[in-house]
Each structure stands twice: as C-alpha cells, then as structure tokens.
C-alpha cells in the first residue's frame, strides 16, 4: 500500500472534485476508493462499511440525486480529454455499446438487449473512447433505455445516444478525427455528421445493406461474387486477408469506398469510408483498432465494476458507469505507461497509492458553488 498521493493522481482527481460541492465531493471520493480497491462486492452498504465505516445512507442519496452533477462530472472529463486530445495531429474515436446482465425487480432499465452472447436481459449503455499517445480513454457513457421502460417522451435510442456524442466531440476536438464504428450505427444520422465536421469514418457495413454502383442498385452481398481484383494484406503471422475495394453510392450519405474482405470461405465483411483514397492495408490498421472498445468494455466490468450495479434505480446506474469512467481514467493516466494489461494498471495504482490519504483530499479541493 502507497504511503503518498502522487501528484499527477491529485491534479487530475480535483479536475472532477471541484464541479461538485463539499459533501458530494466527499462521497464520490469514497466511492471511486470503494471502485478502484474493493475485489468483489462493490454495493454502497459494502464500500461505506470498509472504506469510510458510515452507514451507506448518504452515499445512496448521492448516486440517486439529481443528474446534475453526473453531467458535470461528464463535462469535466470532455474538457479534461479535449486539452489533451486537441495537442496531437491524428484522433481515434470509437463508439459502440455494451450490456450489463442483470435480473431483479422493479429495477428501471431494464430490458433484453443484443450482445456478442446472443439476447441479454439487463442494462445497456452507448459508449465512446479515445485514443490520446497510445492510451485508450473514455469519454462517454451514454445508458439506453428501452421504450417500454421510459417515462413518456423521454426515449433516445441508441443512435440519438450517438448523435449527442458526436455532438460534444465536435463541440470541444478540433484536430483531425477518425471515428470508428460497427455496422450497427453506420446510418445517415450518424456519418453525415462525421463529414459535415470534416472527419473520416471507417465502419462495417450490413451484407444486405442496399447501394449504388453506377446507378443501378444492389445489395452490398451481391458484390463480393464473381471475378474482382483482390489485395492480400497480412494481419499476422497466421492470418491474411483478401480485400478488393470499389467506389460506390450510399442512400442518403453519398460517395463512398466500399472494402470487401475476405479471411475464409465464411469470412466476408464488407467495410466503408469517406476516404476516397484510403488503401487496402490503411483500412485494416485503422479498423482493428476497434477492437480497444471491447477491451475497454472486458477491463471496467472485469475490475470496476460496470457490471456489478447494486442500485435499482435509473439515475443512480447512471452516475455508477460516470464513476467507473472517472475511474478508468485516473488509472490509466496516472500510472507508467509500459504497463500493458489494466489488471496491471489497477494493481499497480492500488500499491503506490495511499487510500487514506487519497479519502482526506476533500479537504483541500474548493468546491463548485
């Protein structure tokens, strides 16, 4: 156990401290404490009783309150995220979403959700990250609910989600931006904002997706049968992929390039950009890069808790996953950077950090008024 708080993880904790006021800022220290050292069980009553030995009251009035100081929360790890972002020349954007597992009743959310272990009852989120000097960073955390679980009039689906996160990305990045994307938000609503703010996308695209080759239209499937030029570009030692490439016409979009690629007989995918001139072997380097979201998502349920939601209500889920956000960062900023796994990071940051110390910081933060 650390005997100081060093100072890089201090100057980045006050960044989000001081947007709250005193009290909430002593309970979203105890909580992000409760987040980053607690193993297993991570419910209020579990963090009060080892980390601050209170009863939990207090720290549920805070996560359950009102969503103002979630959205400043959120607004100061953008503007945080945007300094950093705007000082290099080339930015990775990728938004998706992920699912948390949950069963109970009378917990607002929920709903049964597509997830890469087929239809999941529990909760969902859309989310984005970047990528600032080689480090994964999160700067969203949007929670989806599904219609039947919303108050009236208050429903956003997970492509509006994405729409206000774009929105608050362009509003704040101004250097050059490439947002990745899977074919489930490859949609007008969604590219025609990339290209109007002058960033480029590259995002998978549906096999039964309709375009337009020289003003005939046709399924996007229907072109990766009969003769065409094939590029092999290597992935790795054991894998190649095959990827022919072709300018076509996207409904409601425009011009763009489609990638046609295959690893196996079972194995086509199909790939667009805005680049016009983007290569075959460009576009693989940039879209495997991806894959960092679901990494992103295996690391913040695996160790902080995204996952383990101990809260039934809807605002109080919301300000967890902020929580768990802030928390992902102060790791993963604060800690040296050859430290390559998260479980790494957490163990590392756990050992050079003083928790004591780390929970008296209230004290020396001015808070929002």
């Not at 959310?109 to 999160?138: E, N, P, R």
């Not at 956003?156 to 050059?176: V, Y």
């Amino acid at each position: 156990m650390g005997t100081l708080v060093p100072n890089k993880v201090t100057s980045i904790l006050k960044i989000f401290l001081r947007v709250l006021s005193k009290p909430q800022i002593k309970h979203c220290q105890v909580y992000l404490v409760g987040l980053i050292w607690l193993i297993k069980f991570h419910s209020t009553r579990e963090i009060s009783t080892q980390v601050a030995q209170t009863l939990p009251d207090n720290l549920q009035r805070f996560l359950n309150g009102s969503p103002k100081k979630q959205k400043r929360l959120q607004e100061a790890n953008q503007d945080f995220l945007a300094h950093r972002a705007n000082k290099i020349p080339q930015l990775l954007i990728v938004i998706d979403d992920t699912t948390c597992s949950r069963e109970g009743k009378k917990i607002e959310g929920l709903g049964v959700h597509h997830s890469s272990d087929g239809l999941v009852k529990g909760q969902c989120a859309v989310t984005c990250v970047l990528q600032i000097a080689g480090q994964w960073l999160s700067w969203a955390v949007g929670g989806y609910r599904p219609k039947s679980s919303c108050p009236k009039g208050e429903f956003k689906s997970k492509i509006q989600l994405a729409q206000e996160i774009l929105q608050d990305l362009r509003r704040t990045i101004h250097t050059s931006v490439t947002v990745l994307m899977d074919s489930w938000y490859t949609c007008a609503p969604i590219l025609i904002p990339i290209i109007e703010a002058g960033w480029t996308f590259v995002a998978a695209i549906k096999c039964n997706r309709i375009l337009e080759v020289n003003g005939k239209k046709t399924i996007v499937r229907h072109l990766a049968k009969g003769p065409r030029t094939y590029m092999t570009v290597r992935i790795s030692k054991k894998r190649k992929l095959k990827i022919a490439k072709r300018i076509v016409h996207l409904p409601k979009v425009g011009t763009v390039l489609l990638f046609i690629t295959k690893g196996g007989v079972k194995e086509t995918r199909f790939l667009i950009t805005n680049n016009l001139h983007m290569s075959e072997s460009e576009m693989v380097g940039l879209y495997r890069q991806r894959f960092g979201i679901e990494i992103f998502h295996k690391d913040i349920k695996q160790h902080l808790a995204f996952g383990h939601v101990f809260m039934r209500s809807w605002q109080g889920v919301q300000t967890h996953w902020t929580l768990v956000m802030i928390a992902y960062n102060l790791i993963t900023l604060s800690v040296p950077k050859h430290l390559k796994g998260f479980r790494q990071k957490i163990r590392h940051f756990r050992r050079t950090v003083s928790l004591q110390n780390l929970l008296e910081l209230h004290k020396k933060i001015k808070p929002f008024s």
